[in-house]
């Protein structure tokens, strides 16, 4: 039978989180684990707990999402982080609107439970970004998590560009170009499971920060001055 969601984990070095996130796919949805050059078991166990693994051997975030997204033959694709942070059983709350017809991209906002599970210059620094998207946009949202589900084909056509942490920023912009209905959930997120690659760096904060800034250089540029 094919899956109704196919699900996008871009995974770097995750092999710690991975068993509990694939046994707690809801029914119907096939995960899509996308290897990003991992030095760690990833691929096996992932391999090993029934998802597909597609390997991206170039390095970024963007790079594995849109690889996953390639990979998908579903109707709806969504994403999730192969870090433990977001629990697969929650994807149902990003995936229903769409799969209702209710809603063409719907987007997860992060709510923390458990201590420590978000920095608290992370939070500001999303803050920051979401009253920047909603200069730009006009889109009331709170946060750019890491889940969300859309249209397969219909994200496919989008041709998104960056392959760094920018893609999920040009995901919303474009869409939202393109008239699309955008709705935000809340969705639970918790401590991830092994080592911290961005939020609890500082060099991966910075990259992140810089890649989301010339996005919405651009767009300002776009739509002239607001
Ligand atoms: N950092 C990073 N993550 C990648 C890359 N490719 C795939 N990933 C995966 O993308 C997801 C998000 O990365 P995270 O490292 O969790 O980023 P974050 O949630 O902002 O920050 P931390 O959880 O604090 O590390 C994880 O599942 C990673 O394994 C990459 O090139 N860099
Ligand atoms: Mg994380």
Sequence with gaps: MTALVDVVFPCLDEEQALPWILGRLPAGYRAIVVDNGSTDDSAAVARRHGALVVSEPRRGFGSA???????????????????????????????????????????????????????????????????????????????????????????????????????????????HRDGWRIREVDAPYRPRVGRSKVTGTVRGTLSAVSDMSRLLAAERERVGTR
């Design 65 to 175: 999402a849109h690889a996953g997204l390639l990979a998908a033959t579903s109707p709806i694709v969504a994403f999730c982080d192969a870090d433990g942070s977001m629990d697969p059983r929650d994807l149902e709350r990003v995936t229903a609107p769409v799969i209702a017809g209710e809603a063409d991209l719907v987007l997860g906002r992060r709510r923390p439970s458990g201590r420590g599970s978000w920095p608290v210059h992370a939070r500001f620094a999303n803050l920051a970004l979401a009253g920047l998207i909603r200069a730009r946009t006009g889109l009331r949202l709170h946060d750019l998590g890491p889940m969300r589900a859309t249209d397969r084909a219909a994200m496919v056509a989008l041709d998104l560009q960056d392959r760094r942490s920018g893609y999920p920023l040009e995901l919303v912009l474009r869409a």
